[in-house]
C-alpha cells in the first residue's frame, strides 16, 4: 500500500552544492505538488504539476529552483547553489485526477545547508 | 495579498473537552478550503474539507464551520484525545481554475492529561 514515498530522508550539504530531491507519488495521482515548510512555520506553495506539465510554477523563490517530472510519475526538485536560507522541509503532495480534493503527502525531505 | 492566517499559535486543552482552531482567510474568492493535521515529523494529513457552497461539514469528531461573510473558518474537535496533539493547518483554493492551495501558519494545539 504505497503512499507518496520521498528521498532522501534527511540532506546536509554545504552551502554552494547543488541537491535533488526525488518524490514518488501514489500511482493513477496525476497532480503532483511541491511545498516548503521553514522551522515552525505553514507551507509555502513551490509548483504545481499536471501530469508532467507544470502549469504553476509561481511559488519557486529564484532561478536557483527547478523541477520536473516525468510522465505521471516520479518528480524531482532542483536546488542548485544551495543556501542557508533554503534549509527547510521540502513536502511533495499528490491529488487523484478527479480534481479538488485531498492531497496526500510525503514524509518530507530535511534539508540543511551549512 | 492572499494569504490565510490563523488566530491562535498555540491552544492547550484539557482531554475530554471541545477544541476550536480558527482561521482567517483573505479572498473572498476562495471556494474551497481543507483542514490538515500535522504530527511531529511527518506530512500533514487531510482531515476535513468544506466548499465555499458549504457553512458546515461534519466528519468523525470534527466539524468544519465555514463563514464567508467574515471570511473565517474553524476546525471544532469534540472530546480532545492526546492523540489530538499535533500542528493544525487551514488552506484555501483561491481560484477554482487551478489547483494551487494556499496554507495557514498552522496552530498547534497540545491537549493536557
Known amino acids: 500500500g504505497a503512499g507518496v514515498s520521498q528521498s532522501p530522508s534527511n540532506k546536509v550539504t554545504e552551502k554552494g552544492k547543488d541537491v535533488e530531491l526525488r518524490c514518488d507519488p501514489i500511482s493513477g495521482h496525476t497532480a503532483l505538488y511541491w511545498y516548503r515548510q521553514r522551522l515552525g512555520q505553514g507551507l509555502e506553495f513551490l509548483i504545481y504539476?499536471?501530469?508532467?506539465?507544470?502549469?504553476?510554477k509561481s511559488g519557486l523563490p529564484s532561478d536557483r529552483f527547478s523541477a520536473e517530472r516525468t510522465g505521471e510519475s516520479v518528480s524531482t526538485l532542483t536546488i542548485q547553489r544551495t543556501q542557508q536560507e533554503d534549509s527547510a522541509v521540502y513536502l511533495c503532495?499528490?491529488?487523484?485526477?478527479?480534481?479538488?480534493?485531498?492531497?496526500?503527502f510525503g514524509p518530507g525531505t530535511r534539508l540543511t545547508v551549512l | 495579498g492572499e494569504s490565510v492566517g490563523l488566530h491562535l499559535p498555540t491552544l492547550s486543552v484539557q482531554e475530554g473537552d471541545n477544541s476550536i482552531i480558527n482561521c482567517a482567510y483573505s479572498?473572498?474568492?476562495?471556494?474551497?478550503f481543507i483542514w490538515y493535521k500535522q504530527e511531529s515529523g511527518k506530512g500533514p494529513q487531510f482531515i476535513i474539507d468544506i466548499r465555499s457552497n458549504m457553512d458546515k461539514r461534519q466528519g468523525q469528531r470534527v466539524t468544519v464551520l465555514l463563514n464567508k461573510t467574515v471570511k473565517h473558518l474553524s476546525l471544532q474537535i469534540a472530546a480532545t484525545q492526546p492523540g489530538d496533539s499535533a500542528v493544525y493547518f487551514c488552506?484555501?483554493?483561491?481560484?477554482?481554475?487551478?489547483?494551487?492551495?494556499?496554507f495557514g501558519t498552522g496552530t498547534r494545539l497540545k491537549v493536557l492529561a
Open positions: 503532495a499528490s491529488s487523484s485526477p478527479r480534481g479538488l480534493g485531498e492531497q496526500f
Open positions: 479572498n473572498s474568492a476562495s471556494d474551497y
Open positions: 504539476f499536471q501530469g508532467n506539465s507544470a502549469p504553476d
Open positions: 488552506a484555501e483554493n483561491p481560484n477554482s481554475g487551478t489547483y494551487k492551495y494556499i
